[in-house]
């Protein structure tokens, strides 16, 4: 409350001295930027924009930084104030996962996630001109949120560049931190190139979100309150972007305790670290929409590769459905809305990706916790999907009155609820005294679902199941073949 307050006060004197004029908006493209640390519409046209021009001056990939632990403790005692430890709390998972898991909760940070960490700690350490001038940031939401929030109690005019395919709460979130929102580019470079050339352009700091060598120190402290809060830590699951968290929690933890196991862990659909270590240095990624919009990141980062590559002792891609399953694991079981980036780690326990661990104590960062609500409720119901609590069936039964009513009560009366029905006359094939009725069913978990099936077997001679997922191998499911196995 009393650090809320000191804030609040610091912020409304920082925020006079910055807002600017709209006659200041209309000066971005004179020379004197200094004097421009907001301004709406300020960007130009990715298309116009000279490659050479754009590069990080963070970030060279021929000299790239190697982030010390020193760096870290440092970055841990600078943020103390402004940054939250948060709890890191023996899961209930771990009966259902026969191992004894931790969480770290980094998604009750202000700002829902860990970013705060790097963001704090690369502007506390700008310089009174830098600050003045402000800073630009690429991000898909959690770290351009983390130095919106910073930037506003630090009283450093932030401007975020973010891609249309940011998620909108992210997005709002920036506004109500009251920073200059520029949302251009259909992924996350294109995002990039336009907030260096406007850094470059205005004087503004760019603040890599990954890459900076102080947000991987930043990042890294996340790793020293875990040995603080966790005895006999066996290994440490990192969900992975751009690289620059799992570089910070490696050098951490593993210069406090080399025998603790660093596992990294990001989506199939943007897997550039596991392409990084194939390649034995960062490369271009093709990256697909994904769960876990927080790790759609292309590239990972020099500097993160560099520190990181001898410390990582294994990298997990995992697939879709188990981070929809690891989400819904964490609201029912744990009572934690985390976003897809956040839940990956538990997604590859629970894929059995991570089996070697069972019987041992494995800390799973819950790095995020933002999420639409809408995309939650789709989360909610794919994870329910995936895990066979929600199966989609076909029956054709008789079309003579009462007909479908039998069919309901049948479902009913082994206590499985009726989500949706559709019946379809005209395109049945079987005999004109038949309709084949579509049911979307709610069970409560995968062997009642099978009981259903069996059920309905014995009863009709026509029954097709979409979904139902064989027990422990989600994956190798897919509606069709399905069909064709349980009908
Ligand atoms: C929720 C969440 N978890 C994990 C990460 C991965 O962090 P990094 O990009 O440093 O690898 C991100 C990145 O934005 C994130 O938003």
């Known amino acids: 409350m009393v650090l809320e307050r000191i804030c609040a006060k610091e912020r409304e004197a920082n925020m006079e001295k910055y807002t600017c004029s709209p006659e200041a908006s209309d000066d971005y493209d004179s020379e004197d930027t200094d004097a421009v640390p907001f301004s709406p519409n300020c960007h130009e046209s990715l298309k116009n924009m000279d490659d050479a021009k754009v590069e990080d001056p963070s970030c060279d990939p021929e000299r790239p930084v190697k982030v010390s632990f020193e760096e870290i403790t440092s970055a841990a005692y600078k943020i103390r104030s402004g940054v939250m ?81 940011a998620p909108i709460m992210k997005v709002q979130k920036c506004r109500e931190y009251n920073a200059n929102v520029i949302m251009e580019g259909k992924n996350m470079s294109e995002a990039k190139k336009l907030a260096i050339s406007l850094s470059t352009k205005n004087g503004w700091t760019y603040i890599n979100g990954y890459d900076h060598p102080q947000i991987i120190a930043g990042q890294g402290t996340v790793g020293l309150e875990i040995l603080e809060q966790v005895e006999d830590v066996d290994a440490v699951v990192v969900p992975t972007g751009g690289g620059g968290l799992l570089a910070g929690v490696a050098v951490a933890v593993k210069t406090l305790n080399p025998g603790i196991k660093i596992i990294g862990v990001e989506s199939e659909r943007c897997a550039s670290y596991a392409n990084a270590i194939q390649n034995g240095k960062p490369i271009p990624t093709a990256i697909e929409g994904t769960l876990a919009d927080g790790l759609a990141v292309p590239m990972i980062g020099y500097n993160a590769w560099e520190t990181s590559k001898n410390l990582v002792d294994k990298m997990v891609t995992v697939k879709e459905e188990w981070i929809a399953v690891a989400i819904l694991r964490l609201i029912e079981n744990e009572k934690c809305v985390v976003e897809g980036a956040g839940a990956c780690g538990l997604a590859a326990i629970l ?22 609500t809408t995309i939650l409720g789709r989360c909610l119901e794919r994870g329910l999907a995936a895990d066979g609590r929600l199966v989609k069936c076909k029956v054709t039964v008789s079309d003579r009155p009462g007909g479908i009513s039998e069919l309901c009560k049948l479902i009913g009366s082994i206590g499985v609820s009726i989500k949706d029905v559709i019946h379809e006359r005209a395109w049945v094939a079987s005999d004109v005294f038949s309709v084949e009725v579509k049911v979307v069913c709610e069970t409560r978990d995968y062997t009642h679902s099978i009981e259903l099936r069996d059920l309905l077997l014995s009863r009709y001679k026509k029954v ?13 499911t897919t509606g069709e073949e399905q069909d064709e196995d349980e009908s």
Request: proline share 3%; net charge positive; charged share 20%.
């Open 85 to 165: 430890n948060t709890p890191c709390m023996r899961s209930h998972l771990s009966s259902l996962t026969g191992m004894d898991i931790y969480l770290k909760k980094d998604f009750l940070q202000n700002t829902g996630s860990f970013k705060e960490r790097g963001a704090r700690y690369a502007m506390v350490m700008l310089t009174q001109e830098q600050k003045r001038k402000g800073v630009v940031a690429a991000s898909l939401g959690n770290h351009a949120q983390a130095v919106a929030y910073h930037g506003f109690l630090l009283g450093i005019p932030v401007t975020v560049v973010m891609p249309i395919i």
């Open 351 to 372: 894929a059995g990706q991570l089996d070697e661990f069972k019987g041992k104590r494995v800390v799973l960062l819950l790095t995020g916790g933002n999420m639409d």
């Open 464 to 476: 097709r199941f979409d979904n139902i997922p064989f027990q422990g191998n989600i994956t190798s």
